[in-house]
């Protein structure tokens, strides 16, 4: 095992343009299919039987064969080959749909280079090694490095919506220092050695190394190779670069595929209840089954020895005749399982999700956006929801930034236009008029960033417009593309004041500077090297050469990253202060600070950064230490203040889930001052609420006490709401030390507002909520880093936004706006819970009944184990008599309207916790079942037991009759149940039950003409008997008229919803 593991993590080797040279190389051959031809029923059948109430009902199908002569096995065997039949065709249809989409990506046709020719061949035969080339009129096939690029730079533009949904365009590099020349297809490329595959998308670690000439006097030093120069299966090349890499992770290997896996097995809280139900249902079974096999012991005992023309008694205390008789009961009684609940269970939540992606109130018609659905089992859940975990930026806010305000030089300014404005003196200013320092300041903004700028597709000459306008009024702006909403509003507002980034060239960064419509003149800078933001290091840096050959590195990041790292002398409290000042506006920060580097220095950084880069192991945190080491002594410049508005009816919707029972916790990466600001605006932290802070808090003992503290305030002071705000470095410390105690005294809370949180720290928090198991936790966010936190919660909730469409692909269900959850939680999830719990229950209430008459039918027929129904009800009563029209109403039903459930978000507490499925909800309907059962069974039976001669012609009842008269009022009261239990009758609602008691008479009429069968000729002669048609009309009004009292008292006495008022749940 330890060689496996040591062979997972070697290195790939993989020679450019030679293809993999193994006898049977990777291929590129994608399957997302879960079968093939000769697995699929084998392996369907096996998941099907997993599932405990088929292998129950298997064992029962199974015995039926030998035990019970008076029920047919296909009693038992036709509900189940239905319901897996079904299921199975429902499975094999979306694999082969799967199967399809598989072929039609494996087929498609791609350009390789071999032996220095272009070759057409199918996607599929692509191996590692292999030359691909690409341009903009497909995807890209495969993982490769980039070694060629037909556009300037050798660098091409990539969409990757289909990865991440970012739909900015990113920049991929070929090799630095390396150079692909399509004319020397004899000449050997080199070799690239890198990591074996992995799911992030984010990260790739790898070198090129070069083959040794024999011209090269010293050996080539590796290249490193980083994300930056993958192009990943399922980017688009944009713009006209028709480019060439090496294929490196092919087929099920790429990024893209990994992504793809299902990555957990989230179930919904009903399972629990469903399976209590079953159990209760079982257990009540085998209780019934074994008193009527201890009656039947006794009585067999007492009347055979008396009745001698029946033979010799069988000896009752064999094994085999014990085991036969017990047996034989279960299997007449297993009826009282509902084997095809399942079946209806996942069309009902097919039809849940289809509602859900058609309603118009959650499409986006900006972004063309519906309701997306990836997981409809959790369908009820939306309904069931306490704990809402929520992100702030794109989430709560529109992640659309607008540079607002700015500290630099001791002074507070405000961008207004083209002109910098200070209401220190109430003066506006050009930035060319600004002193060295202000100009510094902005000439770091302006080159502290890695946006680059696309082509522009404007076929107007230059001489039609000025340099200014073509800058300025026109697209520039438009062509930058961000990784960061925050670099490209802070590159728009230095461009409004007129210094202006106008993209790179070899290396070359390019500023022009046009103050007060005059040109004053170009800037370049020589870019020599990125320091990457990470989410550890809350900063990014760029080390440039300025024209006087002055090496400068500029740093811009969180004031925590920043601030820690400059000079003793430089302003860091002044500035401090006035970010703080920023964040209470709820205006989101960065610092920006600067230092020369030597040449020494920079050689120094550069020498261990080349080492660090080429390893396969720990390059992360070798790179992060050099970073590290030159990011030392800057000098503090200033501070950037941007907007992030926030979204349309934020405030609205918080209320309404807190007034519907929802605790909301907003988990974010900000600062506390931002966050309590936001948190403030959007009406999340109420303006009457005791806040209590607990921040850079790391001592246990320390904590201990603030939380015996906050916890002793909240039950003294009942009623003052109180909210608790708290930064990352306390709740690293409280998940490690007081976990417990911090999640309940937390959930005692108002509201909670975690601030300065990693991504992982967001979803530790969410499980530890989570594991307590007394809440369902859902978790809702926009961008890259909340998919963590969306995947751990119950429910995940992915927005749609600026950040991308990762969050909303890895999410359960996906909305375009934040304030839909309103709809998706109050309305959905409120009919989902409600329609289940009526369908499951009225599920148990109908296996009741008909089993019930059974069993009462044993006292009467010396307890042999004798069904009471013909064989053809027994088949079709549960698929086709009385299905369909409870069926139908479980998927449409509506308690309340839309409208109502919207305005009075207090009923949401009606369904929560499962209340609608609750024992003695469950209780209530099994006990109107029994009742059921004895007024249909003992009014049949008092119809024939004075005088059984009921037929026109003078005939008597016999024993099929009986049961026919039985299932015929079963049938009736079922569907007339459906109407009385309904709250949003419509007229296909009505058409269902009219149809389905008609089924059941039409299907018993053309059986009863058959003169081999049990039933001939009785259902004709029962259809044309007065006493027969009487026995019906008064057994139904005497069931059904006391849930029709029920009905009439509740439509007439509750009124309607007020808003703090909770009508009782139907039972």
Same mark, same amino acid.
């Given at each position: 095992?330890?060689?496996?593991?040591?062979?997972?993590?070697?290195?790939?080797?993989?020679?450019?343009?030679?293809?993999?040279?193994?006898?049977?190389?990777?291929?590129?051959?994608?399957?997302?299919?879960?079968?093939?031809?000769?697995?699929?029923? $084998?392996?369907?059948?096996?998941?099907?039987?997993?599932?405990? @109430?088929?292998?129950?009902?298997?064992?029962?199908?199974?015995?039926? %064969?030998?035990?019970?002569?008076?029920?047919?096995?296909?009693?038992?065997?036709?509900?189940?080959?239905?319901?897996?039949?079904?299921?199975?065709?429902?499975e094999? #249809?979306?694999?082969y749909?799967?199967?399809?989409?598989?072929?039609?990506?494996?087929?498609?046709?791609?350009?390789?280079?071999?032996?220095?020719?272009?070759?057409?061949?199918?996607?599929? %035969?692509?191996?590692?090694?292999?030359?691909?080339?690409?341009?903009?009129?497909?995807?890209?096939?495969?993982?490769?490095?980039?070694?060629?690029?037909?556009?300037?730079?050798?660098?091409?533009?990539?969409?990757?919506?289909?990865?991440?949904?970012?739909t900015?365009?990113?920049?991929?590099?070929?090799?630095?220092?390396?150079?692909?020349?399509?004319?020397?297809?004899?000449?050997?490329?080199?070799?690239?050695?890198? =990591?074996?595959?992995?799911?992030?998308l984010?990260?790739?670690?790898?070198?090129?190394e070069?083959?040794?000439?024999?011209?090269?006097?010293?050996? $080539? =030093?590796?290249?490193?190779?980083?994300i930056?120069?993958?192009?990943?299966?399922g980017v688009?090349?944009?713009?006209?670069?028709?480019?060439?890499?090496?294929?490196i992770?092919?087929?099920?290997?790429?990024?893209?595929?990994?992504?793809?896996?299902y990555t957990?097995?989230?179930?919904?809280?009903?399972?629990?209840?469903?399976n209590?139900?079953?159990?209760? #249902?079982?257990?009540?079974?085998?209780?019934?089954?074994?008193?009527?096999?201890?009656?039947?012991?006794?009585?067999?005992?007492?009347?055979?020895?008396?009745?001698?023309?029946?033979?010799?008694?069988?000896?009752?205390?064999?094994?085999?005749?014990?085991?036969?008789?017990?047996?034989?009961?279960?299997?007449?009684?297993?009826?009282?399982?509902?084997?095809?609940m399942?079946?209806?269970?996942?069309?009902?939540?097919?039809?849940?999700?289809?509602?859900?992606?058609?309603?118009?109130?959650?499409?986006?018609?900006?972004?063309? =956006? $519906?309701?997306?659905?990836?997981?409809?089992?959790?369908?009820?859940?939306l309904?069931?929801?306490?704990?809402?975990?929520?992100?702030?930026?794109?989430?709560?806010?529109?992640?659309?930034?607008?540079?607002?305000?700015?500290?630099?030089?001791?002074?507070?300014?405000?961008?207004?236009?083209?002109?910098?404005?200070?209401?220190?003196t109430?003066? *506006?200013?050009?930035?060319?008029?600004?002193?060295?320092?202000?100009?510094?300041?902005?000439?770091?903004?302006?080159?502290?960033?890695? @946006?680059?700028?696309?082509?522009?597709?404007d076929?107007?000459?230059?001489?039609?417009?000025?340099?200014?306008?073509?800058?300025?009024?026109?697209d /520039?702006?438009?062509?930058?593309?961000?990784?960061?909403?925050d670099?490209?509003? /802070? &590159?728009?507002?230095?461009?409004?004041?007129?210094?202006?980034?106008?993209?790179?060239?070899?290396?070359?960064?390019?500023?022009?500077?046009?103050?007060g419509?005059?040109?004053?003149g170009?800037?370049q800078?020589?870019? &020599?090297?990125?320091?990457?933001?990470?989410?550890?290091?809350?900063?990014?840096?760029v080390?440039?050469r300025?024209?006087?050959?002055?090496? +400068?590195?500029y740093?811009k990041?969180?004031?925590?990253?920043?601030?820690?790292?400059?000079?003793?002398?430089?302003?860091?409290?002044?500035?401090?202060?006035?970010i703080?000042?920023?964040?209470k506006?709820?205006?989101?920060?960065?610092?920006?600070?600067?230092?020369?580097?030597?040449?020494?220095?920079?050689?120094?950084?550069?020498?261990?950064?080349?080492?660090a880069?080429?390893?396969?192991?720990?390059?992360?945190?070798?790179?992060?230490?050099?970073?590290?080491?030159?990011?030392?002594?800057?000098?503090? &410049?200033?501070?950037?203040?941007?907007?992030?508005a926030?979204?349309?009816d934020v405030?609205?919707? &918080? /209320?309404?889930?807190?007034?519907?029972?929802?605790?909301? +916790?907003?988990?974010?990466?900000?600062?506390?001052?931002?966050?309590?600001?936001?948190?403030?605006?959007?009406?999340?932290?109420?303006?009457?609420?005791?806040?209590?802070?607990?921040?850079?808090?790391?001592?246990?003992?320390?904590?201990?006490?603030?939380?015996?503290?906050? =916890?002793?305030?909240?039950?003294?002071?009942?009623?003052?709401?109180?909210?608790?705000?708290?930064?990352?470095?306390t @709740?690293?410390?409280?998940?490690?030390?007081?976990?417990?105690?911090?999640?309940?005294?937390?959930?005692?809370?108002?509201? @909670?507002?975690?601030?300065?949180?990693s991504?992982l720290?967001?979803?530790?928090?969410?499980?530890?909520?989570?594991?307590?198991?007394?809440?369902?936790?859902?978790?809702?966010?926009?961008? !890259?880093?909340?998919?963590?936190?969306?995947?751990? !919660?119950h429910?995940?909730?992915?927005?749609?936004?600026?950040?991308?469409k990762?969050a909303?692909?890895?999410?359960?269900y996906?909305?375009?706006?934040?304030?839909?959850?309103?709809?998706?939680?109050?309305?959905?999830?409120?009919?989902?819970?409600?329609?289940?719990?009526?369908?499951?229950?009225?599920?148990?209430?109908?296996?009741?009944?008909?089993?019930?008459?059974?069993?009462?039918?044993?006292?009467?027929?010396l307890?042999?184990a004798?069904?009471?129904y013909?064989e053809?009800?027994? +088949?079709?009563?549960?698929?086709?008599?009385?299905?369909f029209?409870?069926?139908?109403?479980?998927? *449409?039903d509506?308690?309340?309207s839309?409208?109502?459930?919207?305005? %009075?978000?207090?009923?949401?507490?009606?369904?929560?916790?499962?209340?609608?499925?609750?024992?003695?909800?469950?209780?209530?309907?099994?006990?109107?079942?029994?009742?059921q059962?004895?007024?249909?069974?003992?009014?049949?039976?008092?119809?024939?037991?004075?005088?059984?001669?009921?037929?026109?012609?003078?005939?008597?009842?016999?024993?099929?009759? %009986?049961?026919?008269?039985?299932?015929?009022?079963?049938?009736?009261?079922?569907?007339?149940?459906?109407?009385?239990?309904?709250?949003?009758?419509?007229?296909?609602?009505?058409?269902?039950?009219?149809?389905?008691?008609?089924?059941?008479?039409?299907?018993?009429?053309?059986?009863?003409?058959?003169?081999?069968?049990?039933?001939?000729?009785?259902?004709?002669?029962?259809?044309?008997?007065?006493?027969?048609?009487?026995?019906?009309?008064?057994c139904?009004?005497?069931?059904?008229?006391?849930?029709?009292?029920?009905?009439?008292?509740?439509?007439?006495?509750?009124?309607?919803?007020?808003?703090?008022?909770?009508?009782?749940?139907?039972?």
């Open positions: 095992m330890k060689s496996f593991s040591a062979k997972e993590k070697e290195p790939l080797r993989i020679s450019i343009g030679n293809g993999d040279l193994r006898k049977n190389p990777p291929l590129n051959r994608v399957t997302t299919t879960k079968y093939t031809w000769l697995t699929f029923i $084998p392996l369907n059948f096996y998941e099907q039987f997993r599932r405990a @109430v088929y292998f129950y009902f298997l064992l029962i199908t199974i015995v039926s %064969f030998f035990v019970n002569d008076t029920i047919s096995p296909l009693t038992s065997l036709l509900p189940l080959l239905f319901v897996m039949i079904v299921t199975a065709l429902k094999g #249809l979306e694999d749909s799967r199967s399809k989409n598989d072929k039609i990506v494996n087929t498609t046709k791609v350009s390789v280079m071999r032996n220095g020719k272009e070759h057409r061949i199918d996607s599929e %035969f692509i191996v590692p090694g292999d030359l691909v080339v690409a341009t903009s009129a497909s995807y890209v096939p495969c993982d490769m490095i980039l070694l060629h690029s037909s556009g300037s730079e050798n660098m091409c533009f990539v969409n990757t919506a289909n990865l991440d949904g970012e900015n365009l990113k920049p991929i590099f070929g090799p630095p220092n390396y150079t692909y020349d399509l004319a020397e297809h004899s000449r050997r490329f080199g070799c690239i050695v890198c =990591e074996p595959s992995t799911p992030d984010y990260s790739f670690n790898g070198r090129l070069v083959e040794v000439t024999a011209e090269a006097e010293v050996s $080539p =030093e590796p290249i490193p190779l980083g930056e120069n993958l192009l990943l299966r688009r090349i944009r713009g006209q670069e028709r480019v060439v890499g090496c294929a992770y092919t087929g099920m290997t790429t990024k893209l595929q990994l992504n793809s896996r957990g097995n989230k179930s919904a809280s009903s399972e629990k209840y469903i209590k139900f079953i159990i209760a #249902l079982i257990v009540g079974m085998v209780v019934v089954v074994f008193i009527l096999y201890l009656i039947e012991r006794q009585k067999a005992a007492n009347v055979y020895p008396a009745i001698h023309y029946l033979g010799p008694p069988p000896d009752y205390n064999a094994i085999l005749q014990i085991f036969e008789d017990f047996l034989s009961f279960l299997i007449l009684f297993n009826y009282m399982v509902p084997i095809s399942y079946m209806n269970i996942e069309l009902y939540r097919v039809f849940g999700a289809l509602f859900m992606r058609s309603d118009l109130s959650l499409y986006d018609e900006e972004t063309d =956006e $519906p309701c997306g659905v990836n997981a409809s089992n959790l369908n009820e859940d309904g069931q929801i306490n704990i809402l975990f929520s992100d702030k930026t794109g989430t709560l806010t529109k992640n659309q930034m607008i540079f607002l305000k700015c500290y630099v030089g001791g002074r507070n300014y405000h961008l207004q236009n083209t002109q910098l404005y200070s209401p220190d109430d003066e *506006s200013h050009e930035l060319g008029t600004m002193d060295a320092e202000v100009m510094n300041f902005f000439e770091a903004l302006s080159l502290c960033h890695t @946006v680059e700028v696309m082509a522009s597709c076929e107007k000459s230059a001489e039609a417009q000025s340099e200014y306008d073509n800058l300025i009024a026109t /520039i702006c438009d062509r930058y593309q961000a990784s960061s909403p670099e490209k509003a /802070i &590159l728009e507002g230095c461009a409004k004041l007129g210094l202006i980034f106008k993209g790179t060239d070899n290396n070359r960064m390019h500023l022009s500077r046009i103050f419509g005059r040109i004053a170009d800037l800078y020589e870019r &020599l090297h990125v320091l990457e933001f990470s989410s550890e290091r809350k900063r990014m840096s080390i440039v300025d024209e006087s050959g002055q090496i +400068w590195l740093s990041g969180a004031e925590a990253a920043i601030l820690p790292r400059c000079k003793q002398t430089s302003p860091t409290a002044e500035t401090d202060v006035q703080t000042e920023y964040a506006e709820g205006l989101r920060t960065l610092a920006v600070a600067s230092r020369t580097l030597t040449e020494e220095e920079y050689a120094t950084f550069l020498a261990s950064c080349k080492n880069n080429i390893q396969l192991s720990d390059r992360k945190e070798l790179i992060e230490e050099c970073y590290e080491s030159i990011e030392v002594e800057l000098d503090l &410049l200033g501070a950037t203040a941007l907007e992030d926030l979204q349309d405030d609205k919707t &918080l /209320i309404a889930l807190q007034e519907a029972g929802l605790k909301i +916790w907003i988990l974010t990466g900000d600062k506390v001052e931002t966050a309590l600001s936001i948190g403030m605006a959007c009406k999340h932290i109420p303006q009457v609420a005791e806040v209590h802070f607990l921040i850079n808090i790391t001592e246990p003992e320390e904590l201990r006490k603030r939380l015996n503290q906050l =916890e002793l305030g909240i039950a003294s002071n009942t009623s003052t709401p109180t909210c608790l705000v708290i930064d990352g470095i @709740v690293s410390a409280l998940l490690s030390h007081l976990p417990d105690q911090f999640a309940e005294v937390a959930l005692k809370c108002k509201a @909670v507002l975690c601030c300065r949180l991504p720290q967001k979803s530790e928090i969410v499980m530890l909520i989570k594991k307590s198991g007394k809440h369902i936790t859902a978790a809702i966010g926009d961008g !890259a880093n909340d998919v963590s936190m969306i995947q751990e !919660a429910i995940g909730i992915g927005i749609s936004g600026v950040e991308g990762q909303a692909r890895s999410a359960d996906s909305i375009a706006k934040f304030n839909m959850l309103q709809r998706l939680l109050l309305v959905h999830g409120h009919y989902n819970t409600e329609r289940l719990a009526f369908m499951v229950l009225f599920y148990c209430y109908k296996n009741i009944i008909i089993t019930g008459c059974m069993a009462l039918f044993q006292v009467y027929d307890y042999s004798t069904s009471v013909n053809l009800y027994l +088949w079709l009563f549960d698929i086709i008599y009385i299905s029209s409870f069926t139908y109403l479980a998927m *449409s509506k308690h309340y839309e409208n109502t459930l919207l305005r %009075f978000p207090t009923l949401y507490k009606a369904i929560s916790h499962n209340k609608l499925s609750s024992w003695k909800t469950f209780t209530i309907w099994i006990l109107n079942g029994i009742v059962t004895f007024i249909i069974f003992y009014f049949a039976y008092a119809v024939l037991n004075e005088n059984n001669v009921v037929f026109n012609e003078g005939q008597t009842a016999d024993f099929s009759t %009986f049961g026919t008269m039985l299932i015929m009022v079963l049938v009736i009261v079922g569907n007339l149940k459906v109407l009385l239990v309904s709250h949003y009758m419509s007229y296909l609602n009505f058409a269902f039950i009219i149809a389905s008691i008609f089924a059941f008479m039409l299907s018993t009429y053309l059986y009863n003409l058959d003169s081999s069968s049990t039933l001939y000729h009785v259902y004709n002669m029962f259809l044309s008997s007065l006493p027969m048609w009487l026995y019906i009309i008064i139904t009004v005497a069931c059904l008229l006391p849930d029709f009292v029920m009905k009439a008292v509740n439509d007439m006495f509750l009124d309607p919803p007020e808003p703090k008022e909770i009508i009782n749940p139907r039972s």
